[in-house]
């Protein structure tokens, strides 16, 4: 079938970050460099590490640690304003899907000054479609610490709106210009983040291989990462020093960002974009709640030539049908510590008619295996509860 794949990010899959990062970081204009981070990264020790690489040659650092989880335009807004004044000649983007979403959203909106030295662009003019991309943005160097969102090989950033709904902005200069994916930045993640971010890598390879635009170098690439998830997620939650394990997470998270960024995603991040609006889920959290309702609706829709390759790259037994896929992802997530169930974090369902309506105004919904409308999200939801 015909498709274009295109994914501009040199995507560097390291064993030594620091060394990597001195290395592109010498390929680029001198001047300062400013790290987008969280704050939950400053006392994993993991920025003082690689201090040396950022300043390598005297160039200052500047450091903006004031992403939180689920970060809205007022963070892109305070995170530009610090670009502004540092006029920075690259970004390093430190941290997970967060961190690197927001260093995306400044990458884009440094090179537009406008009266006075204010961006003549805003994050919320382009999530409302009222303005759009040139192109222009300043050098942007993602080092994903979770392996799991896929943000730092993807054209899309995912930030909160005004009315606290997310909205990914798409655009090609979204693309970071690098990726430093090295395990050993993900060494502190506790288990319980390291079982949600996987998951969400997990789903991001399911949709993709599922949806309705895979398509065989996508399928290539989901497929691998499913395998990579299914055999080694479990053995990184167990013991989060195991490399070996952290190292087929942060690739498998790579391979399924590139799925879900070109492939599409599907009903499962319909819901829970809404999900997480309403309640402050965590994205990965949410995913993995969701899942194997998610699965059980969609298993009628599973070609058998689908089939026999997820049912492998996931280690089903041969005999397996699709509707064993449910049963085989609640275990799957409860043996990684994560709630199973709605309820189990506190939801009661009355706010599923509203994220169900949410959900069939996300895009990603067209592109599930199969239509879904507002009765099957409430379904599926009550399904999950
Ligand atoms: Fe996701």
């Known amino acids: 079938m015909a498709h274009t794949v295109y994914c501009p990010t040199k995507l560097i899959f390291s064993d030594d970050a620091g060394l990597d990062l001195e290395r592109e970081l010498a390929t680029l204009d001198p001047g300062p460099v400013m790290v987008i981070t969280d704050a939950g990264i400053l006392p994993t020790g993991i920025?003082?590490?690689l201090m040396p690489a950022l300043s390598a040659g005297g160039r200052p650092v500047e450091v903006f640690s004031d992403v939180p989880g689920n970060p809205g335009v007022?963070?892109?807004a305070a995170g530009l304003a610090a670009a502004q004044t540092i006029r920075p000649s690259a970004l390093v983007a430190l941290g997970g899907g967060s961190a690197i979403d927001v260093a995306k959203a400044v990458s884009v909106l440094?090179?537009?000054?406008?009266?006075?030295?204010?961006?003549?662009?805003?994050?919320?003019?382009?999530?409302?479609?009222?303005?759009?991309?040139?192109?222009?943005?300043?050098?942007?160097?993602?080092?994903?610490?979770?392996?799991?969102?896929?943000?730092?090989?993807?054209?899309?950033?995912v930030i909160g709106a005004g009315d606290g709904f997310k909205r990914g902005v798409v655009h090609a200069s979204l693309f970071p210009s690098a990726?430093?994916?090295?395990?050993?930045?993900?060494?502190?993640?506790?288990?319980?983040?390291?079982?949600a971010t996987g998951m969400d890598a997990l789903v991001h390879a399911i949709e993709a291989f599922l949806g309705r635009r895979a398509n065989p170098s996508m399928d290539l690439l989901a497929v691998g990462a499913m395998r990579a998830i299914a055999g080694s997620l479990p053995g990184a939650v167990a013991d989060g020093a195991d490399l070996a394990a952290r190292r087929e997470m942060a690739q498998a998270a790579a391979w399924a960002g590139m799925a879900m960024?070109?492939?599409?995603?599907?009903?499962?991040?319909?819901l829970c974009g809404p999900l997480s609006a309403h309640h402050e889920v965590h994205h990965g959290l949410g995913n993995a709640v969701l899942l194997p309702a998610v699965l059980a609706f969609n298993?009628?829709?599973?070609?058998p030539g689908r089939w026999a390759a997820l049912r492998d790259a996931l280690g089903l037994p041969v005999d397996a049908g699709p509707d064993a896929l449910a049963g085989w992802a609640g275990a799957f997530i409860g043996g990684l510590g994560l709630p199973t169930r709605l309820r189990d974090m506190g939801l009661d369902g009355a706010t599923f008619p509203a994220i169900a309506a949410e959900a069939t105004r996300m895009a990603m919904i067209?592109?599930?295996?199969?239509?879904?409308?507002?009765?099957?999200?409430?379904?599926v939801l009550e399904a999950a509860l």
């Not at 395990?183 to 983040?193: D, G, N, Q, T, Y």
């Not at 067209?366 to 379904?379: F, I, K, S, T």
Request: aromatic fraction near 0%; charge should be neutral.
């Open 47 to 49: 920025l003082d590490r």
């Open 110 to 157: 440094l090179p537009h000054p406008g009266i006075g030295g204010v961006s003549g662009l805003r994050w919320e003019d382009l999530q409302a479609g009222r303005a759009k991309l040139s192109g222009a943005r300043a050098p942007l160097i993602a080092m994903p610490t979770t392996a799991g969102t896929g943000s730092e090989v993807s054209h899309v950033a």
């Open 261 to 270: 960024d070109q492939a599409g995603l599907g009903l499962c991040h319909a």
């Open 366 to 379: 067209g592109n599930n295996v199969r239509a879904a409308g507002e009765a099957e999200c409430l379904a």
């Open 74 to 76: 007022t963070t892109v």
């Open 179 to 195: 990726a430093i994916v090295d395990a050993r930045l993900a060494l502190s993640l506790p288990p319980k983040l390291t079982g």
């Open 299 to 303: 298993a009628p829709a599973v070609s």
